[in-house]
C-alpha cells in the first residue's frame, strides 16, 4: 500500500504563486510516474502534469509555460509550482502516483489540495 500526502494548496490573488508538495510512503519497490490532476466544481478530473522517474514531464496544455512538475526520487516526493495563477486554475488538485513491487504496480490517489484563485 502507498500513501500519498498532499500539502501547499490555499487561497491566492489572480498572478500569483504556490507550490504544491505530494510525499509518498509506505510499501513498495518503486515508483514509476508520479503527477498532479485536478477537479473543479461540476468538472471531471483532469491531468495537470505527470513525472517519470526518469524526469520526462508532460503537461495539460493550459497550464503550460506556466506551472512545473519536479520529483525527488530520495524522498519519493513531487512537487507542482504553480506560477501566473489564474481563477480558472481553481479547482481541488489530487496527487498520483503508480507504485508497486515485482508484477505488481497500480496507482494511488492522495486526498485532495483545495487551490482557489481569486480574481
Known amino acids: 500500500q502507498v500513501q500519498l500526502v498532499e500539502s501547499g494548496g490555499g487561497l491566492v490573488q489572480a498572478g500569483g504563486s504556490l507550490r504544491l508538495s505530494c510525499a509518498a510512503s509506505g510499501s513498495f519497490f518503486s515508483i514509476n510516474a508520479m503527477g498532479w490532476y485536478r477537479q473543479a466544481p461540476g468538472k471531471q478530473r483532469e491531468l495537470v502534469a505527470t513525472?517519470?522517474?526518469?524526469?520526462?514531464?508532460n503537461y495539460a496544455e493550459p497550464v503550460k509555460g506556466r506551472f512545473t512538475i519536479s520529483r525527488d526520487n530520495a524522498k519519493n516526493t513531487v512537487y507542482l509550482q504553480m506560477n501566473s495563477l489564474k481563477p480558472e486554475d481553481t479547482a481541488v488538485y489530487y496527487c498520483?502516483?503508480?507504485?508497486?513491487?515485482?508484477?505488481?504496480?497500480?496507482?494511488?490517489w492522495g486526498q485532495g489540495t483545495q487551490v482557489t484563485v481569486s480574481s
Open positions: 498520483y502516483c503508480y507504485a508497486g513491487s515485482g508484477n505488481h504496480y497500480r496507482g494511488y
Open positions: 513525472i517519470t522517474s526518469g524526469g520526462s514531464t
